[in-house]
C-alpha cells in the first residue's frame, strides 16, 4: 500500500534559521504531491503541490520543495522561517488507482521561537 | 461559495447517538472527498465522490459510517450509533475533478466528540 512518510514529528527553531522538512513516499509510478500546512486554529492550506515539470516547486510564503524521483522524497524548504510559520505541515501523495484520494504523512509540528 | 464549507462546526454527542455531518463544496467542484484527523491515526481518507457515485468507499472504517451526495453538491456524512473513538474532526474537500492534476480544497472540519 501507498504510504508517506515525514520523518520530523517536532521541530523547534529559532526565527531567520532554515528550515528543512523531511517526506518520503513508497509508490513507484507517476505521482502528485503536496505540502499542506495548518496553522494553530485554522483548516488545511495548500502550501505548494507538484504535478510535473520543474522538480523544484516553489509555494507560498517562501516556501519551496524538490521533487528527486529517484529518492522518492519531496522535501520542504524556507531559507528563513518566521515566528508566524508556527503551525503543523503534512506532505501528501496523490497516485494513479488510488481513486484520487490523498495520501497523508503523520505531519510535523513546527515551533519558531523569537 | 468562496470555499469548502462545513457544518456544524463542532458537535458533541453521547455515545450511541446518530450524528450527521454536512459538506458544501467549491461550486463547480465534482469531486469531493470525506477525511478524518484524529491523535491517533492523522489525517485518513474516508471516501470519495465523483458527482453523486461513490467509486470508493474504501476508507470507511465500519459500516456505521455512510454517505451520501445528492445533486452533484451537498454531501452528509452519516455516524450511527456512535463510540467514543469516532472523536475526531471530519474534514471535507472538494476538488475540480477527480484524478490526478487536481488540487484538493480543505473545509474548516467538524469537531465531533462522542461522550
Known amino acids: 500500500a501507498q504510504s508517506v512518510s515525514q520523518h520530523n514529528h517536532h521541530v523547534i527553531l529559532s526565527e531567520a534559521a532554515s528550515l528543512e522538512l523531511g517526506c518520503n513516499y513508497s509508490?513507484?509510478?507517476?505521482?502528485?504531491l503536496f505540502w499542506y500546512v495548518q496553522y494553530p486554529g485554522q483548516h488545511l492550506q495548500l502550501l505548494l503541490k507538484?504535478?510535473?515539470?520543474?522538480?523544484l516547486v516553489k509555494g507560498i510564503k517562501g516556501f519551496e520543495a524538490e521533487f528527486i524521483k529517484s529518492k522518492f522524497s519531496f522535501n520542504l524548504r524556507k531559507p528563513s522561517v518566521q515566528w508566524s510559520d508556527t503551525a503543523e505541515y503534512f506532505c501528501?501523495?496523490?497516485?494513479?488507482?488510488?481513486?484520487?484520494?490523498?495520501?497523508f504523512g503523520t505531519g510535523t509540528r513546527l515551533q519558531v521561537t523569537l | 461559495g468562496a470555499g469548502v464549507s462545513q457544518s456544524p462546526s463542532n458537535k458533541v454527542t453521547e455515545k450511541g447517538k446518530d450524528v450527521e455531518l454536512r459538506c458544501d463544496p467549491i461550486?463547480?467542484?465534482?469531486?469531493l472527498y470525506w477525511y478524518r484527523q484524529s491523535l491517533g491515526q492523522g489525517l485518513e481518507f474516508l471516501i470519495y465522490?465523483?458527482?453523486?457515485?461513490?467509486?470508493?468507499k474504501s476508507g470507511l472504517p465500519s459500516d456505521r459510517f455512510s454517505a451520501e451526495r445528492t445533486g452533484g453538491s451537498v454531501s452528509t456524512l452519516t455516524i450511527q450509533r456512535t463510540q467514543q473513538e469516532d472523536s475526531a474532526v471530519y474534514l471535507c474537500?472538494?476538488?475540480?475533478?477527480?484524478?490526478?492534476?487536481?488540487?484538493?480544497?480543505f473545509g474548516p472540519g467538524t469537531r465531533l466528540t462522542v461522550l
Open positions: 474537500a472538494s476538488s475540480r475533478t477527480s484524478g490526478l492534476g487536481n488540487e484538493q480544497f
Open positions: 509508490y513507484g509510478g507517476t505521482v502528485n
Open positions: 507538484y504535478f510535473s515539470g520543474d522538480p
Open positions: 501528501a501523495v496523490n497516485a494513479p488507482g488510488t481513486a484520487s484520494k490523498l495520501t
Open positions: 461550486s463547480g467542484h465534482t469531486a
Open positions: 465522490f465523483q458527482g453523486n457515485s461513490a467509486p470508493d
